[in-house]
């Protein structure tokens, strides 16, 4: 069955940066894109970007450019997301999540969704 | 703010039936892009649902069901049973944002 696995839990200080993985088994990694998204503590979901696993192509959210990094390890069938210049509003747990199967499609769904990541930003 | 509205809240007693709602505008649920619903559980990832406004995964009971009309959407739970009391949200695309967008969220308490 399609396993999302991310890693575990992380404590950074203001102004470091934090890299989450996802490693993923199941199926073909590079037939669909991945997603990022994460939820502060009480909050709804908010979108990261989305990388291409087949070229590593990524689109990032606006309110992320320029602090978030999307990559990813064909060899391991991994994705990583970094981001850098964390401060306590981030603080949140960060999910990975499969894009739907046509690539074409900019509205799929997210199916399924990694066990998420805890990171905790605080001096 | 959440680009989609929903409900913070909603309630029913077993048996009965409730809809949450998902309201957009012109640049996601409005232009026609597709809603899909998860359900999440306390200290749980988010599960689709819904996909596609109306499609049901398998393994998904059919007590569940999502329409969308206009600017808005709508996810129906009938038959309530206890364990259908946790949290719901609705997600789409907008093509003004260029990215997906997702509902506050809708706590859903069986009475």
């Known amino acids: 069955q399609v396993q999302l696995v991310q890693s575990g839990a992380e404590v950074k200080k203001p102004g470091a940066s934090v890299k989450v993985s996802c490693r993923t088994s199941?199926?073909?990694?590079?037939?669909?894109?991945m997603h990022w998204v994460r939820q502060a503590p009480g909050q709804g979901h908010d979108w990261m970007g989305i990388i291409n696993l087949s070229d590593g192509t990524t689109s990032y959210a606006q309110k992320f450019q320029g602090r978030v990094t999307m990559t990813r390890d064909t060899s391991t069938s991994t994705v990583y997301m970094e981001l850098s210049s964390l401060r306590s509003e981030d603080t949140a747990i960060y999910y990975c999540?499969?894009?739907?199967?046509?690539?074409?499609?900019?509205?799929?769904?997210?199916?399924?969704w990694g066990q998420g990541t805890l990171v905790t930003v605080s001096s | 703010q959440s680009v989609l509205t929903q409900p913070p809240s909603v309630s029913g007693a077993p048996g009965q039936r409730v809809t949450i709602s998902c309201t957009g505008s012109?640049?996601?649920?409005?232009?026609?892009?597709?809603v899909h619903w998860y359900q999440q559980l306390p200290g749980a990832a988010p599960k689709l649902l819904i996909f596609g406004n109306s499609n049901r995964p398998s393994g998904v009971p059919d007590r569940f069901s999502g329409s969308r009309s206009g600017t808005s959407a709508s996810l129906a739970i009938s038959g309530l049973q206890a364990e259908d009391e946790t949290d719901y949200y609705c997600?789409?695309?907008?093509?003004?944002?260029?990215?997906?967008?997702f509902g506050g969220g809708t706590k859903l308490t069986v009475l």
């Open positions: 997600q789409s695309y907008d093509s003004s944002l260029s990215g997906a967008v």
């Open positions: 012109s640049s996601n649920i409005g232009a026609g892009y597709d």
């Open positions: 999540a499969r894009d739907g199967p046509d690539t074409v499609k900019s509205d799929n769904w997210f199916d399924p």
């Open positions: 199941g199926y073909i990694f590079t037939s669909h894109f």
